[in-house]
């Protein structure tokens, strides 16, 4: 059984910054990959920033020099996964998943955090 506790959404002006966190524990082994999706209104759920276990780092296009994406890994049982989102602009305004891969080919999903800009 895993599990993902996403924190860190809210309500922020353009321009601001917010820091969303996805703490995963449970029965996690060989995580390949943890990242963040975000689905807007009317929209198709996107990937925003994914860090695999080697460190290496994806952006979408959209948010790249605004975003970070980091992960902590104390041990195979616990596993943090940030995202820093400096320069908010409105069109970022979606709820924000946290995803995590295994070599098994599963992908498990956090319940979702609101991330609102407004202008």
């Known amino acids: 059984q895993v599990q993902l506790v996403e924190s860190g959404g809210g309500l922020v002006q353009a321009g601001g910054s917010l820091r969303l966190s996805c703490a995963a524990s449970?029965?996690?082994?060989?995580?390949?990959?943890m990242g963040w999706y975000r689905q807007a209104p009317g929209k198709q759920r996107e990937l925003v920033a994914a860090?695999?276990?080697?460190?290496?780092?994806?952006?979408?296009d959209s948010v790249k020099e605004r975003f970070t994406i980091s992960r902590i890994s104390r041990d195979n049982a616990k596993n943090t996964v940030y995202l820093q989102m400096n320069s908010l602009k409105p069109e970022d305004t979606a709820v924000y998943y946290c995803?995590?891969?295994?070599?098994?080919?599963?992908?498990?999903w956090g319940q979702g955090t609101q991330v609102t800009v407004s202008s």
């Open positions: 995803a995590l891969d295994l070599i098994t080919t599963t992908r498990y």
């Open positions: 449970g029965s996690i082994f060989s995580i390949t990959a």
């Open positions: 860090i695999t276990r080697g460190g290496r780092t994806n952006y979408a």
